[in-house]
Nanobody, 126 residues
């Protein structure tokens, strides 16, 4: 599976961005979708994850109520809608997919993924 992330940019605090992640190749073989982020000097953090087929999605506490993960399976694309952005949301955002499901919020742990997009930079100015 090849993943291409896009949609990052510079936005003022309080603004919105929508990230996209287009999958190609053996795109039918994944069941979990996820977004991660990594700020300078910090470890990669799980932002949101869930099943490609729908159902419950998990979010890290700091983005709950502001970020929404979604997918368009017909386009093999995963989205991350980010609203009410804060300077602390500044990071490189990565999409990832996984073939097999994981229990609950375990899908927020980056160690379980091998298919990654290249990252897209989101910068939120104060």
């Amino acid at each position: 599976v090849q993943l291409q992330a896009s949609g990052g940019g510079l936005v003022q605090a309080g603004g919105s961005l929508r990230l996209s992640c287009a999958a190609s190749g053996s795109s039918l073989g994944y069941s979990l979708i996820a977004w991660f982020r990594q700020a300078p000097g910090k470890e990669r953090e799980g932002v949101s994850c869930g099943s490609r087929s729908g159902g419950h999605f998990y979010y890290t506490d700091s983005v709950k109520g502001r970020f929404t993960i979604s997918r368009d399976n017909a386009k093999n694309t995963v989205y991350l809608q980010m609203n009410s952005l804060k300077p602390e949301d500044t990071a490189v955002y990565y999409c990832a997919v996984r073939t097999n499901r994981l229990p609950g919020s375990t899908c927020l742990n980056s160690i379980y993924y091998v298919h990654w997009g290249q990252g897209t930079l989101v910068t939120v100015s104060s």
